[in-house]
């Protein structure tokens, strides 16, 4: 992977290498003990975690001949992130994209595909995944109707989750191994528990993947689905199926991706989070910690803190040194004209500027 001390060749070098960081502030308000860290994946290139399965899958398909400079067409449905991260790579490596995509995904991401180059198709919202008109139907049909066109396939892909295994988790494993233990800041210098919020699977299947095989087995991993989604396992968990309609964009769905593990030995715990928590929880990242992270951000960190209450998670907060890291996937560029953001962002403030009380 290209340092960023270092001049890069293109964009791609750019991809990951985010930073880890500490959450300090909110741990104390919570009472931890233990260390909360957060991945900050909006600090990657193109604005997302998805910018590394982008590259990944790209790179792969060039190598076993799927993808054919100055020829082929990609086209992924997405909910905004991959393609983001697809337009981008395919900008550096010249192939057209088209990018099939809900209509609840935000104007923010459809203005950055376009600016990419991308053509962008909008899909209906409650259009079921296995109905033509879905964004996954309709990428489909774009691909039997297109000359040269390529479905790269985030859903089914291997080097979605394979991008996590050998880039993300690596990441974080380096960033905590290589931290010193300090009495400022006791460590176990090891990833004690992992929490993301999921979408196609990859992020946390790959992640769980790096941390269990080869840093720590004992690693608990725990992933997030928003209500409404059918994502979460045991399936009893899911109690209102996919009937309820959430803001939150990136995570969830009405069908269960083949790159997400729902095997235990992958996922430990699986725990829904409203929309509420999630604005709440993005807030607080905001003014607390000064982290301008999109909503699934907000959805891994309520979670997480859920989690830490749990009777599993307890212990992990009351222990000194424990390292939790939580997964922040993008950034608040994504949203900023969303009602959710809005509504924070602008309403008056609680206190004058200047104390009115004196003299009157
Ligand atoms: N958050 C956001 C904002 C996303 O775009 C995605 C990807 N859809 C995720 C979380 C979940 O990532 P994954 O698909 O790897 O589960």
Known sequence: MASSRHILNNALDAVGNTPLIRLDKIAAEEGLKCNLLGKLEFMSVGGSVKDRIAKAMVLAAEKDGRLVPGQSVVIEPTSGNTGIGLALACAVKGYSVIITMPNKMSREKEALLRALGAR??????????????????????????????????????????????????PEIVDAVTSTPSSPLWPSSM??????????????????????????????????????????????????????????????????????????????????????????????????????????????????????????????????????????????????????????????SDPSPLVDQSDGV
Not at 137 to 154: F, K, M, T, Y
Not at 276 to 302: C, Q, T, Y
Not at 306 to 324: C, D, H, P, V
Request: hydrophobic share 35%.
């Open 120 to 169: 962008v198709v909008r899909t209906p919202d409650t259009e079921p995944w296995d109905s033509p008109n879905s964004h996954l139907g309709v990428a489909q049909r774009l691909q039997r109707e297109i000359p040269h066109a390529v479905i790269l396939d985030q859903y089914r892909n291997p080097n979605n989750p394979l991008a996590h295994e050998y880039t993300t988790g």
């Open 190 to 347: 090891k990833v004690d528990a992992f929490i993301a919020s999921a979408g196609t699977g990859g992020t946390i299947t790959g992640i769980s993947r790096a941390l269990k095989k080869t840093h720590n087995p004992d690693c608990i991993v725990v992933g997030i689905d928003p209500v409404g989604s059918i994502l979460a396992f045991p399936d009893s968990l899911n109690e209102h199926g996919i009937s309820k309609p959430y803001v939150v964009e990136g995570i969830g769905y009405d069908f269960i991706p083949e790159v997400l593990s729902r095997d235990p030995a992958d996922v430990d715990t699986w725990l829904k989070s409203t929309d509420e928590e999630a604005f709440k929880a993005v807030e607080r990242l905001m003014r607390k910690e000064g982290l301008l992270v999109g909503g699934s951000s907000g959805s891994a960190l309520s979670g997480a803190l859920t989690w830490l209450k749990s009777e599993q998670g307890r212990k992990f907060a009351k222990t000194e040194g424990m390292n939790i890291v939580v997964l922040l996937p993008d950034g608040i560029r994504n949203y900023m004209s969303k009602e959710w953001f809005l509504n924070f962002a602008l309403r």
